[in-house]
């Protein structure tokens, strides 16, 4: 039943932890033979059930199912005792009604709490709420037309919880979209002051209380902590939870770390595949609070058109999770670097067990599948692009399961389960661990352009080894490439991105290049470079590193007004051949913009190409420097073209906020096709 192997390892970990109790911790030579002494217990307290294996006691709401406390290394409560019980350690899901009157915040109280297995070394337990479409019909869709059954898993020897919740709609039940759906824990602010969300992106961070003095900048989440009651080392930075964020497949491990006594809470995600929208949808991890959650599905960097969304009536059922909240400590020492490092690294190697042990082959949950009832597709990518030599690997391709659609459709895609995985260097990939269900597999390769997608559905079944032969991705083409702009990646990473203001900092990305995008306010530089005129980029002069602006955003003209803007490609030709050019233009975000192609006339009506009012993922507020992706081929007849010079306008033609606009992901001019 339990995952043996783990357990040892984390016994391994505890030994030589200071704050736990040496001798509850399993050690290394009892091979994982159940001891009574330290059997996980349920205790049943006033209003509450205590989960306890000795090293760690959890405390949840019952029958609500809420944790309000966690006691563990010497804290009694390492969440935030000051908040009221329901608002420390909760699943919760924002949801809206069809009609979209409603849009509530809902924390999915429990209405029955069950034990599903208790064994000594394991207990799992369940919190469940029950819809009943007679008792709240008529209620205007206020109730969450769902079955929600939270469970949660201690383990003998483990210091920390597995989590997961089994999400349910039955036949006839209202619809309505659910836009978000979380679990999130609440720290004790008093201790845990550093946060980790990456190797290179950690650091002390702001409490509730500086953040709340400070003042809201252009959204009410970037603020500037300008108060002289404010912590002094915070003095003039911005803090922003979406400088936080990070795209769902880099998401592990991020948490908190305690520096008296020394102690780290984790979030780890071994597997992205209840997480909605595939790999690169970006979400929030850990954030001033302090903060730590496993986002599941939100609407962020993707806008309202993604999110689980159910017609009047329709059934369903997912599982989310589980995640492994994990908790570890470290003698104490007068180097807090040290304590960081240790507690950090062990965070990492506990969440690469983690991802190791998936699937888990302890949860009681039919609706998990165990390894033996998953099945597995491999082969090998190729490219075949007529003006590349040769036939190519795609290597480091990202190549993918998810349910059957359009090409790309993945990244929209909110009530399936998603597999991804990337290809190696000769373009071979293996998909492990993938649920039994129909599929689609889907690819996409860095360095070209479009989206890949095998034309015959996968249908995996318990144990299905699927191998395909080499399957090979034809990219959009139709001509040799005149000139190009970017380099096709679905980001505008490699475009110019400015220098933050000074005075509109975080000082943990002062220096990097890598993460120079996260700063606030970048947007604004856009009139200060180009203060009368907008961008004009010179193919042979130019280069897109330097003169590209990151984001097409809007002008501002004053009186807090902000009007679209025209964008120009100037390049010269040779000589024109008559037929059909293509202007392959493809998109990194768009948020509440319009793109109008012209071609050597700015004022052409109607234009040569609209993308039509598109996009509200919001990347350019929430410094992701990609959001959804966008790409069209687009005709360009040969009498719109000059021998000599040439310029394509591109239009953004919507305005009235300063954070509205697109990215560009890259942009390629092809002649009209060649004679074979
Ligand atoms: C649902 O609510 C109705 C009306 O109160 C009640 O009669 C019925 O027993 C409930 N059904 C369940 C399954 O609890
Ligand atoms: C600083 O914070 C305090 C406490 O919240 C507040 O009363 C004061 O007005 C703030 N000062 C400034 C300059 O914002």
Same mark, same amino acid.
């Given at each position: 039943?339990?995952?043996?192997?783990?357990?040892?390892?984390?016994?391994?970990?505890?030994?030589?932890?200071?704050?736990?109790?040496?001798?509850?911790?399993?050690?290394?030579?009892?091979?994982?033979?159940?001891?009574?002494?330290?059997?996980?217990?349920?205790?049943?307290?006033?209003?509450?059930?205590?989960?306890?294996?000795?090293?760690?006691?959890?405390?949840?709401?019952?029958?609500?199912?809420?944790?309000?406390?966690?006691?563990?290394?010497?804290?009694?409560?390492?969440?935030?005792?000051?908040?009221?019980?329901?608002?420390?350690?909760?699943?919760?899901?924002?949801?809206?009604?069809?009609?979209?009157?409603?849009?509530?915040?809902?924390?999915?109280?429990?209405?029955?709490?069950?034990?599903?297995?208790?064994?000594?070394?394991?207990?799992?337990?369940?919190?469940?709420?029950?819809?009943?479409?007679?008792?709240?019909?008529?209620?205007?869709?206020?109730?969450?037309?769902?079955?929600?059954?939270?469970?949660?898993?201690?383990?003998?020897?483990?210091?920390?919880?597995?989590?997961?919740?089994?999400?349910?709609?039955?036949?006839?039940?209202?619809?309505?979209?659910?836009?978000?759906?979380?679990?999130?824990?609440?720290?004790?602010?008093?201790?845990?002051?550093?946060?980790?969300?990456?190797?290179?992106?950690?650091?002390?961070?702001?409490?509730?209380?500086?953040?709340?003095?400070?003042?809201?900048?252009?959204?009410?989440?970037?603020?500037?902590?300008?108060?002289?009651?404010?912590?002094?080392?915070?003095?003039?930075?911005?803090?922003?939870?979406?400088?936080?964020?990070?795209?769902?497949?880099?998401?592990?491990?991020?948490?908190?770390?305690?520096?008296?006594?020394?102690?780290?809470?984790?979030?780890?995600?071994?597997?992205?595949?209840?997480?909605?929208?595939?790999?690169?949808?970006?979400?929030?991890?850990?954030?001033?609070?302090?903060?730590?959650?496993?986002?599941?599905?939100?609407?962020?960097?993707?806008?309202?058109?993604?999110?689980?969304?159910?017609?009047?009536?329709?059934?369903?059922?997912?599982?989310?999770?589980?995640?492994?909240?994990?908790?570890?400590?470290?003698?104490?020492?007068?180097?807090?670097?040290?304590?960081?490092?240790?507690?950090?690294?062990?965070?990492?190697?506990?969440?690469?067990?983690?991802?190791?042990?998936?699937?888990?082959?302890?949860?009681?949950?039919?609706?998990?599948?165990?390894?033996?009832?998953?099945?597995?597709?491999?082969?090998?990518?190729?490219?075949?692009?007529?003006?590349?030599?040769?036939?190519?690997?795609?290597?480091?391709?990202?190549?993918?399961?998810?349910?059957?659609?359009?090409?790309?459709?993945?990244?929209?895609?909110?009530?399936?389960?998603?597999?991804?995985?990337?290809?190696?260097?000769?373009?071979?990939?293996?998909?492990?661990?993938?649920?039994? *269900?129909?599929?689609?597999? @889907? #690819?996409? =390769?860095?360095?070209? /352009? $479009?989206?890949? !997608? %095998?034309?015959?559905?996968?249908?995996?079944?318990?144990?299905?080894?699927?191998?395909?032969?080499?399957?090979?991705?034809?990219?959009?083409?139709?001509?040799?490439?005149?000139?190009?702009?970017?380099?096709?990646?679905?980001?505008?990473?490699?475009?110019?991105?400015?220098?933050?203001?000074?005075?509109?900092?975080?000082?943990?990305?002062?220096?990097?290049?890598?993460?120079?995008?996260?700063?606030?306010?970048?947007?604004?530089?856009?009139?200060?470079?180009?203060?009368?005129?907008?961008?004009?980029?010179?193919?042979?002069?130019?280069?897109? *590193?330097?003169?590209?602006? @990151? #984001?097409? =955003?809007?002008?501002? /003209? $004053?009186?807090? !007004? %902000?009007?679209?803007?025209?964008?120009?490609?100037?390049?010269?030709?040779?000589?024109?051949?008559?037929?059909?050019?293509?202007?392959?233009?493809?998109?990194?975000?768009?948020?509440?913009?319009?793109?109008?192609?012209?071609?050597?006339?700015?004022?052409?009506?109607?234009?040569?190409?609209?993308?039509?009012?598109?996009?509200?993922?919001?990347?350019?507020?929430?410094?992701?420097?990609?959001?959804?992706?966008?790409?069209?081929?687009?005709?360009?007849?040969?009498?719109?073209?000059?021998?000599?010079?040439?310029?394509?306008?591109?239009?953004?033609?919507?305005?009235?906020?300063?954070?509205?606009?697109?990215?560009?992901?890259?942009?390629?001019?092809?002649?009209?096709?060649?004679?074979?």
């Amino acid at each position: 039943m339990r995952n043996l192997k783990a357990l040892l390892l984390t016994g391994i970990v505890l030994c030589c932890s200071s704050f736990v109790d040496g001798t509850a911790a399993r050690s290394p030579g009892s091979h994982g033979l159940p001891s009574q002494e330290n059997a996980v217990e349920i205790k049943m307290v006033k209003n509450g059930v205590v989960l306890d294996n000795k090293l760690v006691q959890i405390t949840f709401s019952n029958p609500g199912g809420d944790v309000i406390a966690i006691s563990y290394g010497g804290i009694d409560n390492l969440l935030e005792i000051n908040n009221v019980e329901g608002n420390r350690g909760y699943w919760d899901v924002v949801w809206d009604n069809v009609a979209e009157t409603v849009h509530t915040q809902n924390k999915l109280p429990g209405t029955q709490f069950k034990v599903i297995t208790q064994s000594p070394d394991q207990v799992e337990i369940s919190f469940i709420t029950t819809y009943n479409a007679s008792l709240h019909r008529g209620d205007n869709g206020v109730t969450v037309p769902m079955n929600i059954d939270k469970r949660y898993i201690l383990q003998q020897g483990r210091t920390g919880f597995y989590t997961y919740a089994i999400f349910e709609r039955l036949q006839g039940w209202p619809g309505g979209r659910m836009e978000t759906l979380r679990v999130a824990f609440k720290l004790l602010g008093a201790k845990f002051r550093y946060m980790a969300v990456s190797d290179t992106r950690q650091r002390f961070m702001p409490t509730a209380q500086d953040r709340a003095r400070g003042k809201p900048l252009a959204y009410k989440e970037a603020v500037l902590m300008n108060n002289e009651t404010s912590s002094p080392e915070f003095s003039g930075e911005v803090d922003d939870k979406y400088q936080y964020s990070a795209e769902d497949k880099d998401i592990k491990v991020h948490g908190w770390i305690s520096m008296a006594p020394p102690v780290g809470f984790w979030m780890i995600t071994p597997s992205d595949e209840s997480r909605i929208a595939g790999p690169f949808k970006q979400d929030l991890t850990s954030h001033v609070g302090p903060t730590s959650m496993t986002v599941f599905s939100c609407s962020h960097y993707v806008g309202k058109e993604v999110g689980l969304k159910f017609q009047e009536g329709e059934a369903w059922k997912k599982v989310f999770g589980p995640v492994f909240v994990y908790l570890n400590s470290a003698a104490p020492s007068s180097h807090s670097s040290s304590m960081i490092r240790t507690l950090w690294n062990n965070a990492k190697d506990q969440m690469l067990e983690e991802v190791k042990s998936w699937p888990y082959n302890f949860i009681s949950s039919q609706d998990y599948p165990s390894s033996n009832q998953r099945g597995s597709v491999s082969g090998q990518l190729l490219v075949n692009d007529p003006y590349i030599p040769g036939i190519p690997v795609a290597s480091s391709a990202y190549v993918g399961l998810a349910a059957p659609g359009e090409v790309g459709s993945w990244q929209r895609e909110s009530k399936g389960y998603q597999f991804w995985t990337q290809t190696d260097a000769k373009g071979n990939f293996f998909i492990e661990h993938v649920r039994p *269900g129909h599929y689609n597999l @889907y #690819a996409s =390769v860095p360095g070209i /352009v $479009g989206d890949y !997608k %095998y034309e015959v559905d996968i249908i995996i079944k318990p144990g299905s080894k699927i191998e395909l032969a080499s399957i090979t991705y034809k990219p959009p083409r139709i001509g040799p490439t005149l000139w190009e702009i970017g380099i096709p990646d679905r980001s505008a990473a490699e475009f110019y991105i400015p220098d933050p203001y000074p005075t509109l900092m975080n000082k943990l990305y002062k220096g990097s290049e890598l993460d120079k995008f996260r700063q606030y306010g970048l947007w604004s530089r856009y009139y200060e470079l180009y203060p009368h005129k907008d961008l004009i980029y010179n193919v042979g002069a130019n280069n897109y *590193g330097d003169d590209w602006f @990151y #984001a097409q =955003v809007t002008r501002s /003209v $004053g009186n807090n !007004k %902000y009007v679209g803007t025209t964008w120009q490609i100037q390049f010269e030709l040779n000589a024109v051949n008559p037929g059909i050019y293509t202007l392959q233009l493809a998109l990194a975000s768009a948020t509440y913009a319009e793109l109008e192609v012209r071609v050597n006339n700015a004022n052409a009506k109607p234009p040569l190409f609209s993308t039509g009012l598109i996009g509200d993922d919001n990347a350019i507020a929430r410094h992701g420097i990609h959001g959804l992706y966008w790409f069209w081929s687009i005709k360009v007849p040969s009498t719109l073209l000059h021998k000599g010079s040439n310029t394509i306008y591109l239009t953004q033609t919507r305005g009235g906020t300063p954070l509205q606009g697109v990215m560009y992901d890259y942009i390629r001019l092809e002649g009209p096709a060649e004679k074979p």
